[in-house]
């Protein structure tokens, strides 16, 4: 059987494209507290408020979501207007702290991009909590951004959960594919990305590269689970 069929072929030997979306920070990267420290002085110079986050769940949470807990922590005005500015100071101060912050790529990312990326079935993505422009300034700065074909992004919506919907459209406009849930990955290192990957009935690929530790993510029941993703051929198989 050839190596294109592996599991991955239709009727009549049509290979059938998977796609793969990928959470960004505790999934990808860490930014070294560059994100959290750029929210705080980006509420501080819109508001003149000092936060310190503890209030405020980030952790698999949009970067809108987050804006949102901020500004209703504080009972400010949900505005456009203080989202907008919000965003604008927080985007302005990552790029400062991302050189400042001592952040990295997470165990084998980037030779798993390297094999994904050079595979006729695999489609990759992002499904992020990230700004798209927070996600481009993070991945650039860390030399990965080019892998990503498109994403969903904080800026589709604020409720996690929907951000697959926007990722299957883009995909489908993108591509011309209409991928079958069982055919689509969402690859994070939360609860909160296998709930994301449950809303489209997709597979929960989850990673103990965060926050959470395998101990915590399993009783969650993703479809597989890694300690992280540095034994390449081990995540290959799985999309097979």
């Known amino acids: 059987m050839s190596l294109a069929c592996h599991g991955a072929c239709g009727?009549?030997?049509?290979?059938?494209?998977?796609?793969?979306?990928?959470?960004?920070?505790?999934?990808?990267?860490?930014?070294?507290?560059?994100?959290?420290?750029?929210?705080?002085?980006?509420?501080?110079?819109?508001?003149?408020?000092?936060?310190?986050?503890?209030?405020?769940?980030?952790?698999?949470?949009?970067?809108s979501g987050i804006a949102r807990q901020m500004l209703?922590?504080?009972?400010?005005?949900?505005?456009?207007?203080?989202?907008?500015?919000?965003?604008?100071?927080y985007l302005h101060f990552l790029r400062e702290e991302l050189p400042a912050s001592p952040g990295r790529l997470l165990p084998g990312i980037l030779p798993l991009l390297e094999a994904l990326k050079s595979q006729p079935g695999i489609v990759l993505g992002l499904l992020t909590g990230n700004l798209v422009r927070g996600a481009e300034l993070k991945l650039t700065y860390y030399g990965v951004w080019h892998y990503f074909a498109f994403g969903a992004y904080a800026d589709d919506h604020h409720d996690r959960n929907q951000l697959?919907?926007?990722?299957?459209?883009?995909?489908?406009?993108?591509?011309?594919?209409?991928f079958l849930p069982e055919h689509i990955f969402v690859l994070g290192d939360t609860p909160h990305d296998i709930t994301c990957a449950r809303a489209i009935g997709?597979?929960?690929?989850?990673?103990?590269?965060?926050?959470?530790?395998?101990?915590?993510l399993k009783p969650l029941g993703p479809d597989f689970l890694f300690s992280?993703?540095?034994?390449?051929?081990?995540?290959l198989e799985i999309f097979r």
């Open 228 to 235: 992280d993703l540095g034994d390449v051929s081990a995540v």
């Open 72 to 89: 209703a922590a504080h009972r400010l005005p949900e505005t456009p207007e203080n989202l907008t500015a919000f965003y604008d100071g």
């Open 164 to 178: 697959g919907h926007f990722a299957r459209q883009r995909a489908r406009e993108k591509f011309g594919i209409e």
């Open 11 to 63: 009727q009549g030997g049509r290979l059938e494209k998977k796609l793969l979306l990928f959470d960004i920070d505790g999934t990808l990267m860490t930014s070294g507290g560059a994100g959290e420290r750029a929210l705080r002085r980006g509420f501080l110079a819109r508001f003149g408020i000092d936060d310190d986050l503890k209030h405020v769940e980030i952790a698999g949470r949009t970067d």
């Open 202 to 216: 997709a597979k929960a690929v989850a990673i103990a590269t965060g926050k959470f530790s395998v101990e915590e």
